[in-house]
C-alpha cells in the first residue's frame, strides 16, 4: 500500500461508546497529524506529532485521545463524544526537516456520526 | 491571528472557460502557502507550494501565484474533471507546523 490510509471509513457511534480511528503512513514521515473537517468551517488541526513531540491544539476536547506509537501508525481514541462531534476526522503526514514547511499528504478521512 | 479568506464560494464554469481563485491571508512572517484539491468523500490532495512573493508555480492547466496579501489559482481551459474544492492554506513563523486553512472554492465544470 501507498500514501497515507485510514479506518474505518465509516464509524457510527453512540454518545456513551468509546472508539478508535487508525491511521498509517506508507511514505516514510516523520510527523503525522489529525484535523477535523465540518461542513461549511475550514479544517481544523487537532494534534501534531512530529519528531516524537507531541503538539496539540488547546481548544481540543480532552474526550479526544491521541497515540502515535511510531512514527508510521497514528489513532484517535474517542470517547463519550456529542453530536457536534460528527465531522470528517483526516489524518496527515509530511516529511520535516530543519523545521522547513513541507507539504502534508491527507488520507481519506473517517466520516464519523455520534448518534 | 493567522487567517485565509478564499473566494469565491462557489464558482461554475463552463468547459473550456478560464477564471481564477483568491485566497488573501494574514499571517505572521509566511513560511509557506499552499494549495490543495479536495474531491467529495476524499482527502485533501497537494497541489502547490509557495514560499515568497513573486513565485509562480503551474501543473497541468493550473498556475498559481502569489503577492505579499494574496495568492490565486489561475485555471485555463478547464475540463469536468477539473471540478473539486479547492482549498488555500498558510503557515506562519508563529505556528510551526500549524497550517491555517481557509474554507474553500467549490468549482463546478459544466461540459
Known amino acids: 500500500e501507498t500514501g497515507v490510509t485510514q479506518t474505518p471509513r465509516h464509524l457510527v457511534m453512540g454518545m456513551t461508546n468509546k472508539k478508535s480511528l487508525k491511521c498509517e503512513q506508507h511514505l516514510g514521515h516523520n510527523a503525522m497529524y489529525w484535523y477535523k473537517q465540518s461542513a461549511k468551517k475550514p479544517l481544523e488541526l487537532m494534534f501534531v506529532?512530529?519528531?516524537?513531540?507531541?503538539?496539540e491544539n488547546n481548544s481540543v476536547p480532552s474526550r479526544f485521545s491521541p497515540e502515535c506509537p511510531n512514527s508510521s501508525h497514528l489513532f484517535l481514541h474517542l470517547h463519550t463524544l456529542q453530536p457536534e462531534d460528527s465531522a470528517l476526522y483526516l489524518c496527515?503526514?509530511?516529511?520535516?526537516?530543519?523545521?522547513?514547511?513541507?507539504?502534508?499528504?491527507f488520507g481519506n478521512g473517517t466520516r464519523l456520526t455520534v448518534t | 491571528e493567522d487567517q485565509v479568506t478564499q473566494s469565491p464560494e462557489a464558482l461554475r464554469l463552463q468547459e473550456g472557460e478560464s477564471s481564477s481563485l483568491n485566497c488573501s491571508y494574514t499571517?505572521?512572517?509566511?513560511?509557506?502557502l499552499f494549495w490543495y484539491r479536495q474531491d467529495p468523500g476524499k482527502g485533501p490532495e497537494f497541489l502547490f507550494t509557495l514560499y515568497s512573493a513573486g513565485e509562480e508555480k503551474e501543473k497541468e492547466r493550473l498556475k498559481a501565484t502569489l503577492t505579499k496579501k494574496e495568492s490565486f489559482l489561475h485555471i485555463t481551459a478547464p475540463k469536468p474533471e477539473d471540478s473539486a474544492t479547492y482549498l488555500c492554506a498558510v503557515v506562519g513563523d508563529t505556528g510551526f507546523q500549524k497550517l491555517v486553512f481557509g474554507t474553500g472554492t467549490r468549482l463546478l465544470v459544466s461540459p
Open positions: 499571517v505572521s512572517g509566511l513560511r509557506g
Open positions: 496527515a503526514s509530511s516529511q520535516d526537516r530543519d523545521r522547513r514547511y513541507s507539504p502534508l499528504h
Open positions: 506529532y512530529s519528531l516524537e513531540e507531541r503538539v
